[in-house]
């Protein structure tokens, strides 16, 4: 029996629950703090923000990725790259509208929903919606103004979890005032 | 396969996000402690189920401090406790020398005042662990210099 090998991976599933439990207990005490779901799914999105500004700079000293030069690009890395280091899963990216500034990022299992289950009282409750907010994050630090929300869930009885990516424009950098 | 970086800045939110939310005096009496620790609690609890569902049973107590120190340690943090202390009536002083969760905070006496803020969601994570494995505690931790500190349990005899 090779418990070498069992250890290894044990402990990279581990590592995942670790983060997957430390969520739980966060929107759980969230949820305590906030008497309603919608201050609960805004105060995720703040955190999944702040979060994702940093992860970004992580993001991108560990990928070595060079500058997306579209939004079908940026779709590609956000799923292949970084859904893998830091979740590791592969979202699937369809639904792309005729534009080419909207797609769907379709998760078949969420690693963040593991053991969760959502109780009545907490219908509209967001769960994931962390995640909205590290990618608005992280693409707002690499100059793209984005909006990300859920529109499937699989703890509310979807068959997948989907969210919908929308680009809404390139931020230009703003030069300080008085420089040209 | 959650990246360490991700469970650090995640960490890193709670604090300030239970900071920025405390009501007026809620700082002072330690209340937003007290929720990190309830947080580590329930993340310990899991953790330690999950974890020792396949281990053999443990012989007493020293062995099971040895597990955290070791095993559980190194699952959640990447690297063991460097130096396990006891005074064989139940109180135990884990030492980590490079604590994780400080190592990008300071390096030296920078910051001290802030670092239990830091350290309740771990104090928790490890009366957590302790407590499913019928072990009921009380852990507390103190920094003198960045990143080492020193993790203390307090076994309590039923």
């Known amino acids: 029996m090779s418990r070498q090998t069992n250890r290894g991976t044990e402990s990279k599933k581990m590592s995942s629950e670790l983060f997957t439990l430390t969520y739980g207990a966060l929107v759980t005490q969230l949820c305590k703090d906030y008497e309603n779901d919608e201050d609960v799914n805004k105060q995720l999105d703040k955190m999944g923000y702040n979060i994702g500004v940093r992860l970004i700079e992580d993001f991108l000293a560990r990928s070595n990725v060079g500058r997306c030069h579209d939004f079908r690009e940026t779709a590609d890395v956000i799923a292949k790259v970084a859904f893998k280091m830091y979740l590791g899963i592969t979202p699937g990216i369809t639904n792309w509208s005729p534009a080419g500034d909207e797609f769907s ?23 994931s919606n962390l995640l909205c907010g590290v ?46 | 396969m959650a990246d360490e970086a991700l469970f650090l800045l995640l960490h890193n939110e709670m604090v300030s996000g239970v900071y920025k939310s405390a009501e007026h005096g809620e700082v ?48 959640v943090f990447k690297k063991q406790i460097d130096n396990l202390r006891t005074n064989h009536q139940g109180i135990y002083v884990l030492q980590d020398n490079k604590f994780r969760l400080l190592t990008q905070m300071s390096a030296g006496k920078q910051y001290l005042e802030h670092a239990s803020k830091y350290l309740a969601f771990t104090c928790g994570l490890i009366r957590g662990g302790l407590s499913n494995l019928g072990i009921k505690s009380i852990v507390t931790a103190e920094v003198s210099s960045m990143p080492a500190c020193k993790f203390q349990v307090m076994i309590q005899k039923l």
């Open chain 1, 105 to 127: 990022l379709i998760l078949e299992n969420n690693p963040l929903v593991d053991f969760v289950e959502l109780p009545d009282n907490h219908s509209s409750l967001i769960y």
């Open chain 2, 28 to 75: 002072e009496n330690g209340r937003c402690i007290t929720k990190l620790e309830n947080m580590g609690f329930r993340v310990g609890q899991g953790l330690i189920e999950r974890f020792t569902k396949d281990t053999a049973r443990f012989k007493d107590e020293l062995d099971i401090m040895k597990f955290i120190c070791k095993d559980f340690w190194t699952t």
């Open chain 1, 135 to 180: 990618l608005r994050g992280a693409l707002e630090m690499v100059q793209m103004a984005v909006e990300a929300k859920f529109v499937q869930d699989t703890l509310k009885g979807d068959g997948v979890t989907e969210i919908r990516m929308r680009f809404i424009r390139r931020i230009e950098d703003n030069l300080p005032a008085g420089e040209e």
